[in-house]
């Protein structure tokens, strides 16, 4: 595999028509701390190696320091030198900030920030509030496409249940209902995505973007704490921990690195349509691309079998999922 020609398949997200490359890069707390010039050619080679698809939401909001990420990644586009047409922007929408006014305040902030007029894919937040009527969000979004801000749209960690719900009141109502939901998805936590409520999402097409399939670098051999990492569903990081030198060992055994490995893994989920991680260097990218190679080189039921003794969260957590 060369790692300067490969060219990324692409794959559709739900059934929106839009079609995602297989890995996506995200920006949490990622641009902020790379040297610019650096960001800015690692961009252009993402985009050049197919990557078409960039999660930059706004991290920051009332009592929260200020973050920068996507305002860095809106001046990366510009110095690499992006056509709109070359990439896909997938943003985020927090529930806490829904009101009367709906999603549209704070899409026309994140799209001002970034700098463009749409977003292609917007990724709801975790359903934290019990006063939302669901119907509300979904003929929102509507609204949203409707007037060109947005093109699909999808859900962060809800249940199976929930997603349902937005599924039938959309079929309902006529509107496009959610074509993606981004889970957490790694060799140690499993439970959910894998799990048969799920399964019965990926059923009426609903499709699935990994995330977290390193456990915020901790599955890569980041075990010393000094980074901010996401929630810990099940209370098993610990046991995360424990496993990365066997995981390690296995890796080296397969000729790739430990985050390969962890990567690989999400490819082989039959839902999947994107992969989101983070790189910080050119070089990280690179090997992270090419963990595709490996589920080519392994084949997905043999890869799956390997990493069968790091599945951490096996009835720990509820496969309905948040």
């Known amino acids: 595999m060369n790692a300067e020609t490969t060219i990324l398949p692409r794959r559709e997200i739900g059934t929106s028509g839009i079609h995602a490359s297989l890995f996506s890069l995200g920006s949490w707390h990622t641009y902020d701390r790379m040297d610019f010039g650096d960001a800015a050619a690692m961009l252009r080679e993402a985009v050049d190696r197919g990557v078409n698809l960039f999660d930059v939401g706004v991290y920051t909001g009332p009592g929260m320091p200020p973050a920068f990420t996507d305002v860095i990644f809106s001046a990366m586009v510009r110095a690499a030198g992006l056509r709109r047409d070359e990439w896909l922007l997938s943003s985020k929408l927090w529930l806490e900030a829904f009101g009367a006014d709906g999603f549209r305040p ?58 349902q719900r937005l599924i039938d009141i959309a079929a309902v109502e006529g509107v496009p209902g959610p074509q993606i939901a981004q889970l957490k998805y790694s060799v140690s936590r499993r439970s959910i995505p894998d799990g048969a409520p799920f399964a019965r999402l990926w059923e009426q097409g609903l499709t699935l973007q ?109 496969p309905e999922g948040p």
């Open 210 to 318: 990994a995330s977290d399939c390193l456990e915020g670098g901790v599955l890569a051999g980041r075990v010393n704490g000094d980074r901010q990492i996401g929630r810990d569903p099940g209370d098993i990081r610990q046991r995360i921990i424990d496993d990365v030198p066997a995981f390690r060992t296995l890796a080296e055994s397969l000729d790739a690195t430990p985050a390969q490995l962890g990567i690989a893994f999400t490819l082989t989920h039959p839902a999947l349509a994107t992969t989101l991680f983070g790189a910080s260097s050119i070089a990280q990218l690179r090997a992270n691309l090419d963990a595709a190679a490996l589920v080519d080189r392994i084949g997905s039921a043999e890869l799956r079998r390997l990493v069968e003794p790091f599945w951490a969260d096996r009835d720990v957590v509820d």
């Open 106 to 163: 704070q899409l026309e902030n994140a799209l001002f920030r970034v700098g463009v007029d749409h977003a292609d894919l917007v990724i709801l937040g975790d359903l934290r509030r019990d006063d939302l009527e669901l119907r509300d969000l979904v003929l929102d979004l509507a609204r949203l496409a409707d007037r060109g801000l947005i093109r699909a749209w999808g859900v962060n960690n809800w249940s199976a249940g929930s997603i």
